[in-house]
């Protein structure tokens, strides 16, 4: 299956692929627009041309998604104070399919948000077909082996790459998601892995399928959406 990441899965819908939507926090944070002139930067890498920002997860909040956004979209959400799981975990009919976002280096805070309480919760209530946490592309296998224990069964690898300025997308994330769906398939061979990073034609999702990737998520290709259909129906 082909996903296509937050937050362009609020604009962009294919056919044979799955839109991520958010991502949400339980409390509005405004300034998007002013977030993107000011940081969204294409920028040249190690890796080549890369994509940063700073947005910080500015959306209308999670009220606002749960009354506007059609269950065939994915909903991802992240939690921001340690009451926010709880709010989100009392808040989300379980018939959602939803991704728990644990991974967003623009935030104030950089906080082990899978900690928080009643995180754990989630993978008892859902009913969906889709429980995701998604993981930044330097998490450890500590975090991830917690992850599995508390009974996710499907991982998003990965986030963007934290640096000073904000987040980097693109082929600077390959080897840290590569590095990722090696270790899950060795260690938790029943966990879906959902794999995205510098996609930007079907040899790249081919190189996370031959790896092991269960799945394709597509994020900064989607600046130029014509590529999309391509991949899509190539790979």
């Known amino acids: 299956m082909i996903f296509i990441s937050a937050p362009f899965g609020n604009y962009l819908q294919f056919k044979n692929a799955i839109s ?53 979209k994915i909903l991802s959400v992240a939690a921001i104070d340690e009451t926010d799981w709880t709010s989100m975990y009392k808040s989300i009919s379980a018939d959602r399919n939803i991704e728990l976002n644990v991974s967003c280096p623009n935030l104030d805070s950089h906080n082990d948000t899978t900690t928080w309480e009643n995180f754990d919760k989630f993978p008892r209530k859902m009913r969906g077909k889709y429980c995701i946490v998604k993981i930044p ?26 640096t000073e300025q904000g987040g980097l997308s693109g082929k600077i994330l390959m080897p840290h998601t590569l590095g990722i769906i090696r270790y899950i398939k060795q260690k938790h061979p029943h966990i879906e892995i959902i794999a995205g990073g510098g996609i930007t034609s079907a040899k790249d999702a081919k190189i996370y399928k031959d790896a092991g990737a269960n799945h394709i998520s597509l994020g900064s290709v989607c600046f130029t959406p014509w590529k999309i259909k391509r991949i899509i129906n190539d790979s």
């Open 137 to 162: 592309p330097n998490a450890t296998e500590e975090f991830i082996d917690n992850i599995v224990d508390m009974g996710y069964k499907q991982i998003h690898a990965s986030n963007t790459l934290p």
């Open 20 to 72: 991520v939507a958010g991502t949400f926090t339980v409390l509005p944070r405004k300034g998007r627009l002013k977030q993107i002139i000011k940081t969204l930067r294409y920028v040249k890498t190690e890796a080549g041309w890369s994509w940063r920002n700073k947005l910080g997860l500015r959306n209308p909040g999670l009220q606002k998604a749960l009354q506007t956004l059609n269950y065939d």
